[in-house]
C-alpha cells in the first residue's frame, strides 16, 4: 500500500506532458514530443530513500511504496 510523503495537489496536463520526479528527489515535467528539455515543478520535493519507489499519485501528490524484492532464480 502507498504511503502519502508530501502534499503539492499539482495540476498535471497529461496530453501533453510527463510528470516523474528526478535522482534528486525534485518534480519535473517534460514535454511528450520528446522536444524540449525537462522543467523543474518543485526543487528538492523529497528526500529519497532506496528502499521506496517514488511517484505521483491521481491526487497530484508525492506518494511512496515499497520496493519488491530481488527473487532468487529456482
Do not use: H, T, W
Request: aromatic share 10%.
Amino acid at each position: 500500500m502507498a504511503e502519502k510523503v508530501k502534499d503539492l495537489k499539482l495540476k498535471r496536463d497529461y496530453k501533453k506532458f510527463l510528470y516523474y520526479i528526478d535522482g534528486e528527489g525534485s518534480v519535473c515535467q517534460k514535454p511528450k514530443s520528446g522536444e524540449g528539455d525537462p522543467e523543474v515543478l518543485v526543487q528538492k520535493a523529497v528526500d529519497r530513500d532506496n528502499q521506496f519507489l517514488y511517484f505521483i499519485d491521481k491526487e497530484g501528490d508525492i506518494s511512496r511504496s515499497p520496493r519488491g524484492q530481488k527473487k532468487k532464480a529456482a
